[in-house]
């Protein structure tokens, strides 16, 4: 019911009627749940149909260098968490010469939409991503990087209205191009740890942003079951993709090698896996893609049920590891083609989960792919016992190089789908970059 006022409040009907279903339906037997049904869902529905709303608006907000709080910096901070406009930790108070110093850095207007952002319905502006650029500890060089994200928050792929669903996932963010080592990103050791000022604030800043522009707060609109805290950004190591002969993540987004871009998409959990040990690809094979196998359970409707082929699963090699591929004459894109081919399931595996696990009406692969809603490739024969991988496609899997030099270990995400499928943008530098620079 919260998550239903606060819904209708953000698309601008704040009065709109809802009708309560008690209990789960999920967890309900078919009498219980007619019984609650008659007991108080349909007095909802029936009130709601003849029964006119009392009236209400919804509040107005500052406008962008209107002044909300003054003080110390304790008192502000007080202000920002007593208002849920902070994520829990002290946050930098976006003074409007912090905010302004932020713009010097980009070519865009500070007034410029870059997307209306769901469920609050509300314009992601210039100013408001310098706003929670500030907030969030970021330094001002870093905006090409804060505006490009949230042109991916804003894309309709990437699907923010999803930001709150049940699973709870929580986003990466993967950084390509010169601006890793012009900014200072980390791209070893320790990639996804915390303690460095760029990643770390960078991925502070998409949940801030999350929170107070697309208006994501927990207990509300965000309804995640358990959560995941937000994620530093994780920049690839192109000094050994440009080695080994690889492209780039990026490239799987349509830029070349040598293009400061990012892609983000949302993971609902991942596992390290340490000691792949191995003197060629084919050694190594077997445990990267029981690896990945193992990660996937429920997330394979994203690949045939709620969202078809939307499920990409990511994979960080550590640099030891995909040099050790490459030397072995394999391409990124042979590498994935094995996968693909390894990471596999029996059939009837796949559709005991879709049964067991969703609410997806059809559970038969065979059925599915006679009705031409997936490829052959999940029904070669009707041997119950046949392999069919998760994805459609060797390039569905994302590959990523980046962590310690001398680790042999991979990291497996496991991907939301559909509710927050990956969106690749390029990061703009504004026309003085250098002269700013230095």
Known sequence: MTLAKTASQGLGYPNIAVAPVRGH?????????????RELTLDGVLNALFKTPALATVGGEPGARDIIC?????????????????????????????????LQYTDRQADEVLGVLLPDNRAATVWSVAVNGVMAGCRPEYMPVLVAAVEAMADPDYGVEHSGNTPGGDNLIVLNGPIIKELGFNYTQ??????????????????????NVAGFLPHKNDKATFGNTWRVVVAENEDVV???????????????????????GRYTGGNHISSVSG????????????????????QIMFSVGQGYDTLRPLLLLSPIIAETIAAGGWSKQKFREELFRRARMPAQE?????????QKPTWNLTEEHKAGCIPEIFHESDDPERLVPIVWRPEDFQVVV???LGRNSIYVFAHNGVLGFPVGKEIHLPKNWKTLRG
């Open 190 to 211: 320790g990639v996804m740890r915390d303690g460095f000022q760029a990643n770390t604030s960078v991925g502070r800043f998409w949940r801030l942003y999350l929170r």
């Open 242 to 264: 440009a080695k080994i002969g690889w492209p780039p993540n990026c490239a799987d987004y349509g830029y070349a090698a040598g293009t400061n871009a990012l892609s983000v």
């Open 25 to 37: 339906p999920g967890l309900q037997s078919k009498e219980v749940l007619q019984q609650n049904v």
């Open 70 to 102: 003054s003080g110390s910096f304790e008192d502000v901070n007080e202000y920002f968490l007593r208002h849920e406009l902070s994520d829990g930790l002290p946050i930098v108070p976006p003074t409007v010469d912090k905010v302004e110093a932020f």
């Open 402 to 404: 980046t962590g310690d």
């Open 279 to 298: 003197a060629t690809p084919e050694e190594l094979l077997p445990y990267i893609a029981d690896a990945v196998l193992r990660q996937y359970s429920w």
């Open 350 to 358: 796949f559709e005991r989960i879709l049964r067991d696990w969703t």
